[in-house]
């Protein structure tokens, strides 16, 4: 099983915290790890990510608010986290983990909802 699975979503206010898990297939090496979001009528854009070294990048948007932690990797395989301050009603969306393996491609997960109440 090498697709992407996350967990993690749910309903908040304004203001509030969420933490995303993104779990992938350790049988294989990874090259990058980046969570996704895409608002009803918009279209999918980049949140945050974090290459096998550590880089980082995210959306204007979520400087700040939004943190992405390092990979982690144990015996069940690759895990990276999102960690969403601050959350506001634009922030909802289906937020989508991407894992690129080097020999793979990109895997998507199934996405989980995010909901941000005003």
């Known amino acids: 099983q090498v697709q992407p699975v996350e967990s993690g979503g749910g309903l908040v206010q304004a203001g509030g915290s969420l933490r995303l898990s993104c779990a992938a297939s350790?049988?294989?090496?990874?090259?990058?790890m980046g969570w996704y979001r895409q608002a009803p009528g918009k279209q999918r854009e980049l949140v945050a990510g974090i290459t096998s070294d550590s880089h980082t990048n995210y959306a204007d948007s979520v400087k700040g608010r939004f943190t992405v932690s390092t990979i982690s990797r144990d015996n069940a395989g690759y895990t990276v986290y999102l960690q969403m301050n601050s959350l506001k009603p634009e922030d909802t969306a289906v937020y989508s983990c991407?894992?690129?393996?080097?020999?793979?491609?990109?895997?998507w997960g199934q996405g989980t909802q995010v909901t941000v109440s005003s």
């Open positions: 350790g049988r294989f090496s990874i090259r990058y």
């Open positions: 991407n894992v690129q393996y080097y020999y793979l491609g990109d895997k």
